[in-house]
DNA sequence: GCCGTTTTCGGCCCGACTGTTTTCAGTCG
């Protein structure tokens, strides 16, 4: 069927492209990379980029807005006529005209010199514009010939620093994980505190708002005396290379390529320092240009106001409190600085009190040496309790997952007769008769009916056929979900930060499916699948579908990662009332057997 | 390119540090 075809039948032509959020915010981060290196209005540049980072924060698909009549693209904050015209573009024909006019004129691998730390754009395209430096080897080339320092504004230091930030740039060091980036804090915080003279101490950054990977680390000291903490820093073991070291603030890198930025600031800036630091860099802006309105100026040192006569008065700056009461704000968790729903609900009166590591109250996903757990039933039992949780679901693997030893029908029966056996044995904590049951790659469960009929709590999961089509495994999932058996899709989108890409899956069908049939989704703790993610939360938060956050814990010491699962909650915005096993076993019972 | 309790033009957060500079531009967070 041609078009005109479906011109004259009335036929609804099939959507040409599927592109998602993230694929869309991508071709914005390109055009404003390229558009940088063409030196174009910064402000330009960053309407792009804040474009793309609204879209990826946004929790339904760009394609539901412009199917719906009732509502405009525009209506995005950050998104005008120009940017909404050109996602219709993008939604439409996959491809923006615009994008390709930019890659004539400037070859995408010049993109690779931003890489380098210490090269802008502005001194990357000098180096293409002079030099036809058009790749990261180029570059090291015409360093190492000595041709950069004869080009106006670079000197011989400079052409250093470009040579040192290449080695960065050429390892294409990945953010680090939250998990990970903990224990360099641990370790970094041990030291610095054998100083003396520090007085205060906190970390800020993406790392204190509980990101899922960490880029840099951010400290903030008070001290009397900033060299003298500054020496000691200095000593630090693990630092390969010292940046920059100012009066008030030293940057360094660690042997791993962690970058480490020390700030020390006097008592009265501390909290206008911690604020500052902490960010987001999107959240901050939105802060000053609040300041600005009310005749205000707020920086790392304290919030001011601008007299007449360029005198300004400090009004506060002692603890963070006092900064955003200064403004007229709420005192804002760390983990919901970014700029997405904080300011709305400040304005409201509405900010959410979020769940805690202390309101959890269960834990519904676990596995024994009965799979691939390392730990008999009793201890994992044992373990629980020891956390004051009360109650758990027992739930290793369906036959499917072979190498996991995965149970099958006899097998999963015999466990349950011995959980059984072992309930008598403790009467403080319930013991949930559950299962972890492959979703096939066909489709279809991986135990009968009769057997899953007889569980407590069944956790639907994909572990294979992850690279099917959207079509095939948003099928596949949509279909679990339908099973009344099930009571929850574990780890929902599959991805493993930093190392697995998510599946395929539609994941907005999967929130209607589930709020329909009356399931729970996952949010898994473990910290490197933390699946759902922050936008994913606050969208099943929107469907009215309760989140579970589970340990998925593979042995005693496992079950201590609720407290990421907790962490990354928080950045959703969700409230212990949004999360099931938040709930006394009574009311999550109740929950339970009414499927919300 | 976006936006509006300075609303259709003229703004757009703010400061530390470095290097190449003779007063400041570039980069970074």
Redesign the pocket.
């Given at each position: 069927m041609s078009f005109a075809d479906c011109f004259y039948t009335g036929y609804e032509m099939p959507k040409l492209t599927d592109m998602t959020n993230r694929e869309i915010a991508e071709v914005f981060e390109q055009v404003a990379d390229l558009l940088e290196f063409e030196g174009a209005?910064p402000?330009?540049v960053?309407?792009?980029r804040?474009?793309a980072r609204k879209i990826s924060d946004l929790p339904e698909p760009l394609s539901a807005i412009v199917d719906d009549e009732q509502r405009q693209l525009?209506d995005?904050?950050?998104?005008?006529?120009?940017?909404?015209e050109k996602i219709g573009t993008l939604l439409a024909t996959g491809s923006l005209p615009?994008l390709a006019e930019l890659l004539e004129r400037i070859p995408s691998t010049v993109l690779a010199l931003?890489r380098?730390?210490?090269?802008?754009?502005?001194?990357?395209a000098i180096l293409y514009q002079e030099l036809g430096v058009n790749s990261l080897e180029d570059l090291r080339n015409v360093c190492e010939a000595e041709q950069v320092?004869g080009l106006?504004?670079?000197?011989?230091?400079?052409?250093a620093?470009i040579l040192k930030?290449l080695a960065v740039a050429e390892t294409a060091l990945e953010r680090m994980r939250w998990v990970e980036a903990d224990a360099v804090v641990t370790e970094l915080l041990d030291f610095l505190r054998q100083h003396a003279g520090i007085k205060q101490m906190e970390m800020a950054?993406s790392y204190r708002r509980g990101c899922e990977t960490v880029?840099?680390l951010?400290v903030l000291v008070e001290a009397a005396d900033a060299s003298a903490v500054m020496d000691h820093f200095g000593n630090y073991p693990e630092i390969a290379d010292v940046l920059?070291?100012?009066?008030?603030?030293?940057?360094v890198r660690l042997a791993h390529g962690l970058?480490i930025?020390l700030r020390v600031v006097p008592s009265e800036s501390f909290g206008a320092a911690l604020q500052y630091?902490t960010?987001s860099?999107d959240h901050?802006?939105v802060v000053?240009?609040r300041?600005?309105?009310q005749g205000l100026?707020?920086?790392?040192?304290g919030v001011f106001r601008e007299d007449a006569q360029e005198a300004e008065t400090y009004l506060a700056g002692r603890t963070e409190e006092d900064v955003y009461a200064a403004l007229g704000l709420p005192w804002f968790p760390p983990e919901v600085r970014e700029a997405r729903e904080e300011f709305d609900w400040a304005s409201q009166g509405a900010l959410p009190q979020l769940v805690e590591l202390a309101d959890i109250r269960g834990d519904l996903h676990m596995h024994t040496s009965a799979s691939d757990g390392k730990a008999s039933l009793t201890e994992m039992i044992e373990a629980a309790r020891a956390r004051g949780l009360q109650y758990i679901a027992i739930t290793d693997h369906s036959q499917r997952v072979s190498m996991a030893g995965g149970l099958d029908g006899a097998r999963l029966r015999a466990q349950w007769a011995e959980i059984d056996r072992i309930r008598k044995e403790f009467d403080d904590i319930v013991v949930l008769k559950g299962i972890e049951c492959d979703i096939l790659e066909r489709g279809g469960m991986d135990l009968p009916d009769d057997v899953l009929a007889e569980a407590d709590w069944v956790i639907a999961s994909v572990h294979y056929g992850q690279r099917q089509s959207r079509e095939q495994i948003t099928e596949r999932i949509l279909g679990a979900l339908e099973n009344p058996h099930v009571d929850i899709l574990a780890h929902p989108t599959g991805r493993l930060i930093n190392r697995r890409e998510p599946y395929a899956v539609d994941i907005d069908q999967v929130f209607v499916a589930a709020s329909k049939h009356g399931k729970f989704l996952e949010l898994n703790a473990n910290p490197a699948r933390l699946d759902l993610h922050d936008i994913h939360c606050a969208a099943a938060k929107r469907h009215g579908i309760p989140i579970v956050i589970s340990t998925d814990a593979h042995s005693p010491a496992g079950l201590e990662v609720m407290r990421h699962g907790v962490q990354q909650a928080r950045r959703g915005g969700i409230t212990p009332a949004d999360v099931a096993n938040a709930r006394s076993w009574e009311k999550f019972r109740g929950l339970l057997e009414q499927k919300y």
């Open positions: 209005n402000f330009r960053g309407a792009y804040n474009g525009t995005i904050d950050g998104i005008g006529k120009d940017l909404a615009m931003l380098v730390p210490g090269l802008g754009p502005k001194k990357a320092r106006k504004g670079f000197g011989a230091k400079t052409e620093t930030g950054g880029g840099d951010d920059a070291c100012g009066d008030t603030k030293m940057s970058q930025d630091f960010g860099k901050n802006v000053r240009g300041a600005k309105q100026k707020v920086n790392e040192w």
